[in-house]
């Protein structure tokens, strides 16, 4: 699941207050200011922040207020948002351009603020991590507004995503007990391997005369959900055939047009909340018939399957929730909802930029290819065990987040002041670590634009903290994304199917990335997946 961790708007002392206002206000109640001095701390000069500020204070150690963070200037209640405006200026839709611009003038933190909501963005990693080592047992990152307003209208609960405190601690450990054993799943690599078969099947039939699979989005789209229905139902959807249920296809539609309609509504003035626009008339319709279908699904489980599966058989993740006695009816369906609203429009891109990467570098594709020729060679059946000896794919997998890390920054709100590269940061302020930009700086990654699985690979030796920074991609400490171990089993047993079936070839113009929710292709791509035999 991605988040857009700006423009989730407060506006305070109005009746739409949002929020985020709401976070900041839960994360500043009740503790204690503390004393803040870090020895280790760099400047943006590159001295340690105690001998930059020892220097001009007669040796009295001081980290210097949040007000000096550099940052662009903005007016009043609107902050930036007429630079967004501007022709030539950043644009909302590529703010992941914007940090890494904003970085390269403010250097590794600045704080900007648009339309009244302060972010203070961190290029630093090493600066970062301080966020990553201090924050508690309830971490709270900005939520999806208009998802998180939907629900509070409705009375549905807020689910994994939205909720914070006690709340969410109880759904992510009923949730965690499946999603993040290993051996739970792995239980789905069979079933995902079918899924990744019947995928290479639409595709090689989806070709035109130019070998190009047009709507390939939308086809990767049903993908994503097919195997994640794996998971949750333990059934199969049956998106991916060539009549597929109505009911699973109204599914699909709904949730495209959910995603379609969240960023506008994300990203411009909450009106919806004052009167029901007809953009959020559309976004509620989608969302009732997402939560409806959600539920026909669960029901369809409830009545087909014990809670307890039966000897021999494994449980889906419907069945587990549903065993849950800490968890209410409502709790259950609302976690469900939202394991199958994350788990399709973030792990459908990573995996159209999978596709786009390879097509553009043939020398890894034939590396790809005999890897899982020496691994898999005919006929041999891809389990999770065959998966660990495939250290290219998962390279190739890392290396293509890197350049395309589909949700560009990290979120948190803070219960404490925290200093970060010299400067004091109060709790409750938003905080973000640059990840695309991190990700494309030479300080961190030599040759940053190459596409490189090379640089991930054990004889390499890439040094392990810079190692570890892919890991951010997924965010991070108890909130880290629950859903990672399915959507890397996944993705690498697709990336083999694909492999082991075509060679891709692109041959129209490079394809630039703009955020729709999560960073996506800008336009369709097309790609030639032409048959190996
Ligand atoms: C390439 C695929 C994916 C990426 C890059 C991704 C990324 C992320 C990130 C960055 C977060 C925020 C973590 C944090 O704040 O520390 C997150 C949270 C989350 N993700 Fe994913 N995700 C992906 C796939 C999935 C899948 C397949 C599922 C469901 C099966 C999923 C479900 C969730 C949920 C429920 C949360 C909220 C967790 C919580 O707050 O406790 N994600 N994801």
């Known amino acids: 699941m991605a988040f857009n961790h700006i423009f989730m708007r407060s506006f305070p002392g109005k009746k739409f207050l949002s929020t985020q206002t709401d976070i900041a206000n839960h994360v500043t109640s009740g503790v204690e200011k503390q004393a803040i001095l870090c020895p280790f701390a760099t400047t943006g000069n590159g001295k340690n922040h105690r ?25 009043p209640i609107i902050g930036t948002l007429f630079d967004y405006m501007k022709k030539d200026g950043p644009k909302i839709n590529k703010l992941f351009e914007a940090y890494r611009q904003r970085s390269n003038e403010f250097g590794p933190i600045y704080k900007e603020t648009i339309a009244s909501l302060s972010t203070v963005v961190v290029s630093d990693p090493v600066e970062y991590n301080k966020v990553i080592r201090i924050e508690g047992k309830y971490p709270v990152r900005s939520v999806m507004e208009p998802w998180h307003y939907y629900r509070k209208q409705k009375n549905v609960g807020q689910g994994l995503v939205n909720s914070n405190g006690p709340e969410w601690y109880k759904l992510r450990t009923a949730s965690a007990k499946k999603m993040l054993k290993i051996q739970e799943v792995s239980e789905y690599c069979t079933d995902m391997s079918e899924v990744a078969e019947d995928f290479t099947q639409v595709l090689l039939e989806r070709r035109n005369k130019d070998n190009e699979v047009v709507g390939l989005k939308e086809e990767v789209f049903k993908w994503a959900m097919e195997s994640m229905g794996t998971f949750l139902f333990d059934s199969r959807i049956g998106l991916l055939g060539l009549n597929p249920p109505q009911q699973s296809v109204d599914f699909i539609q709904n949730l495209q047009g959910f995603f379609r309609l969240m960023s506008p509504l994300t990203f411009n003035f909450p009106f919806y909340k004052l009167f029901p626009t007809s953009e959020w008339r559309h976004f509620q319709s989608y969302a009732d018939n997402v939560f409806r279908i959600g539920r026909s699904f669960v029901d ?52 159209l930029w999978v596709i786009y990467c390879l097509a553009r570098h043939p020398e890894v594709q034939e590396k790809l290819y005999n890897e899982t020729a020496k691994v898999l060679p005919t006929g041999e059946k891809l389990t999770a065990d065959k998966l660990l000896q495939l250290p290219y794919v998962k390279a190739v997998f890392k290396e293509t987040l890197r350049l395309y890390p589909i949700t560009f920054s990290t979120s948190r709100y803070m219960d404490k002041d925290i200093e970060i590269a010299g400067y004091n940061v109060p709790k409750g302020i938003h905080i973000q670590c640059n990840l695309y930009g991190v990700y494309r700086d030479s300080q961190y990654f030599p040759d940053p634009e190459t596409f490189k699985p090379e640089r991930w690979l054990k004889e390499n030796q890439m ?62 791509l097309l790609i030639s997946f032409i048959p190996r035999d």
């Open 51 to 75: 001998e930059a500020t020892t220097e001009a204070n007669n040796n009295v150690p001081l980290v210097q207020p949040f007000e000096s963070i550099p940052g662009p200037k903005g007016l």
């Open 300 to 351: 369809k489980i409830n009545e087909e399957k014990p809670i307890k599966p039966q000897r021999g058989e494994k449980s889906s993740f419907v069945q587990h929730i549903r065993s849950q006695e800490s968890l209410s009816e409502n709790e259950a369906l609302s976690t469900v909802v939202d394991l199958l609203v994350g788990a399709t429009e973030t792990t459908s891109n990573a995996c």
């Open 463 to 524: 040094d392990k903290d810079k190692k570890a920074l892919s890991n951010l991609v997924w965010g991070h400490g108890a909130r880290m994304c629950i859903g990672r171990r399915l959507a890397e089993q996944e993705i690498h047993i697709l990336m083999t199917k694909i492999i082991q079936k075509f060679r891709l070839e692109y041959h129209h113009e490079p394809v630039e990335a703009i955020l729709k929710t999560v960073m996506t292709p800008e336009q369709p």
